[in-house]
């Protein structure tokens, strides 16, 4: 059955594969980004195949308004996909707060304004899904990603609490969580003002910031994730076809074998934490 999506952060990388994708399902698909006019040929190529551009500064105050024309020009809105995002790596030392305010600016509070302005219609409806685009960062942190991860753990804590809020409404939140995907991602990543062009301080040189910004650059060439199949899986996942047929759906949607692998690390922490220190956890019971 056809549905109308609304997409953020359209120009290049998931959010295309998710556009391209979700039109050559049938749905009806709103695309948007910062700046349409950069992309001439992409914008033409989704409305030769039945969809709609638009503008979209997710960080903008007033950018729950799209939600408002889009409700407007089809009647409503079944699938919101939140995938808008931006990366800052360095040292915290080196991060004004301007930047870190910026951070979260695009990637919490601009999935957070969105998701606000399309409850309402949502809930009026009694249906609709709510994905928002974290990241493998949004449960492993990682030295040179503190407010990149701050940004995504903060937008996995509100989605968890969100999705416990809006069941009774048959509204569903998934988190999708991408490891390292073949997109342009790298070629985004702005680094602090104060760190130099490289991202990296002198005195942070040879430590594991230096270490995981040389790590993350190679992966403009080097990532192993096909962004089509990340959106296939994910529009499998919401109509409960293809793989995702008979399965049961999950509040988290982790996305390459490289994200695999770091869940499986920070849940073998996490079971450590808990056996290995059970006895100073329960001393602190009443009883």
Partial sequence: MSQVWLITGCSSGLGLSLTLAALKAG????????????????????????????????????????VKEVIHDFGRIDVLINNAAAALLGAFEDISEEESRHQMEVNFFGPMRLCKAVIPSMREQRSGTIINISSAAGMVGRASRCLYAGSKHALEGFTEALSAELAPFNIACLLVQPGPFRTQFVN????????????????????????????????????????????????????????????????????????????????????????????????????
Wanted: glycine share 10%; hydrophobic share 35%; aromatic share 4%.
């Fill in 188 to 287: 985004n990543v702005c680094y602090p003002a104060s760190s130099g062009p490289s991202g990296v301080s002198p005195v942070y040189r040879g430590t594991p910031v230096d270490a995981i910004i040389k790590y993350t650059k190679s992966l403009a060439t080097g990532a192993g994730g096909d962004p089509d199949k990340a959106a296939q899986a994910i529009l499998d996942v919401v109509a409960g076809t293809g793989l995702a047929r008979g399965k049961e759906r999950y509040l988290r949607l982790p996305l390459g074998s490289e994200c695999k692998k770091v869940l499986e690390e920070k849940i073998q922490v996490l079971t450590d934490t808990l056996k290995n220190q059970e006895e100073i956890i329960c001393s602190t019971d009443i009883v």
């Fill in 27 to 66: 749905h009806q698909v709103v695309a948007t980004s910062r700046n349409p006019s950069k992309t001439p040929a992409l914008v033409s190529e989704v409305q030769s195949l039945g969809g709609k551009w638009k503008g979209l500064d997710v960080s903008d105050p007033n950018s729950g308004n799209i």
